[in-house]
């Protein structure tokens, strides 16, 4: 792992050399997990345009960073971020590159008010996670893995959708299983919705009891090495409502399209539109309210975004969610979502997938059907 992660850092530099900061100070912790292996609550990592990078963390997790982090100059410290700023200095950087995004007001005006530090101080953009967006074999493997952990602990609670059960307990449950399977932790809150809650696209469980003609919506995610999984399935309990499965059909129709339209070159808001245009199109464009999905990996949540608007285009080995959804105020609604990597006609060969032209060129990581099931 180690050259895998130095492998990293070596295109991070290309992109510093290219740009206005001598050295750049990395302080997002998914960004500092992918330059360098170490999961540290204090870290970051000074990574100058050319030579050797340096991370600076505290006691607590210097024997850890020492093992992990083999090929980096450690730098022990409580207060990370000031030891680095000063320290580009005394290696010669004038301008240090840091990241917006993720450094506070207070954060930066501490560090450009350092007497010994950097003399100016320019914001990189989103540097790192431009080059995470193309995921390398090791993190695909994660990602499968964290996908196949959440398939099995979603059949394995299914038993327990039933009227006697409420969301909060469905969502505990699933949650154990995910770590009883082998799961880090979980990937993010899940989500359990019934009935007219599953109007509600974020719903966070509560104490509703399931009831007989409810569906109910289920978003969950195992974690795997810092690689978050992503997926929804609607389930009915009991026979369902002519208007449910309507809704059903259509956003499983929209989702397929969707995950078709998922190939390398495709622009980010085209690929939303093949699935936006089917619900449009059925009378239920104001219920879908959301983008069509976003890419995955070390956050849930991460490059690219496709939705209306969005801008940028879809290339290969790029892991993405697909998940439109239909929500009807006081009714309820259906959201159906895969974690999938887009895939060229030359990396999909080798997959388990290959034979499977259903889902066009992306390898779909998220098993488990998308029939309606009547529980």
Request: charged share 25%; glycine share 12%; net charge negative.
């Given at each position: 792992?180690?050259?895998?992660?130095?492998?990293?850092?070596?295109?991070?530099?290309?992109?510093?050399?290219?740009?206005?900061?001598?050295?750049?100070?990395?302080?997002?912790?998914?960004?500092?997990?992918?330059?360098?292996?170490?999961?540290?609550?204090?870290?970051?990592?000074?990574?100058?345009?050319?030579?050797?990078?340096?991370?600076?963390?505290?006691?607590?997790?210097?024997?850890?960073?020492?093992?992990?982090?083999?090929?980096?100059?450690i730098v022990t410290e409580r207060q990370v971020e000031p030891a680095l700023a000063m320290l580009a200095a005394q290696l010669g950087c004038g301008t240090l590159g840091f990241e917006a995004q993720e450094m506070t007001v207070e954060r930066h005006a501490a560090l450009a008010g350092l007497p010994d530090g950097p003399a100016l101080m320019v914001p990189l953009g989103y540097l790192v996670e431009d080059i995470r967006m193309i995921k390398d074999d090791a993190e695909i493997e994660l990602l499968a893995s964290a996908c196949a952990i959440t398939a099995k602990a979603f059949a394995a609670v299914l038993p327990d959708v039933r009227p006697?059960?409420?969301?909060?307990?469905?969502?505990?449950?699933?949650?154990?299983?995910?770590?009883?399977?082998?799961?880090?932790?979980?990937a993010f809150d899940t989500i359990v919705a019934s009935g007219p809650n599953g109007a509600i696209p974020?719903?966070?469980?509560?104490?509703?009891?399931?009831?007989?003609?409810?569906?109910?919506?289920?978003?969950?995610?195992?974690?795997?090495?810092g690689y978050h999984a992503d997926m929804t399935r609607t389930v009915a309990l009991g026979e369902p409502a002519a208007w449910q499965r309507e809704i059903y059909d259509l956003v499983a129709a929209a989702q397929l399209a969707g995950i078709r339209a998922a190939v390398p070159g495709a622009d980010v808001d085209?690929?939303?539109?093949?699935?936006?245009?089917?619900?449009?199109?059925?009378?239920?464009?104001?219920?879908?309210?959301?983008?069509?999905?976003?890419?995955?990996?070390?956050?849930?949540?991460?490059?690219p975004l496709m939705g209306p608007g969005r801008t940028g285009k879809l290339v290969d080995r790029v892991p993405v969610t697909v998940e439109p959804g239909i929500y009807l105020p006081g009714k309820g609604g259906v959201r159906i979502e895969d974690t999938l990597v887009v895939r060229s006609a030359a990396t999909r060969a080798g997959t388990a997938q290959a034979a499977n032209e259903a889902a066009g060129a992306a390898e779909v990581l998220t098993t488990t059907t998308k029939e309606l099931l009547v529980l």
């Open positions: 792992m180690a050259q895998i992660h130095a492998r990293r850092r070596a295109r991070a530099q290309q992109k510093i050399a290219e740009s206005d900061a001598g050295a750049a100070l990395i302080t997002s912790k998914p960004n500092v997990r992918y330059l360098s292996g170490l999961a540290s609550s204090n870290v970051a990592i000074l990574l100058p345009a050319s030579g050797p990078g340096v991370l600076a963390t505290d006691s607590r997790y210097a024997e850890a960073a020492e093992r992990v982090c083999p090929d980096l100059q006697d059960r409420t969301e909060r307990d469905l969502a505990v449950l699933l949650e154990r299983a995910m770590i009883d399977l082998g799961a880090d932790g979980v974020h719903h966070s469980p509560g104490d509703r009891a399931f009831r007989p003609g409810d569906l109910i919506t289920i978003d969950c995610g195992a974690q795997v090495g085209a690929v939303d539109a093949s699935a936006r245009d089917l619900i449009a199109a059925a009378g239920h464009g104001d219920h879908f309210g959301h983008g069509l999905g976003h890419g995955v990996g070390l956050e849930v949540h991460e490059a």
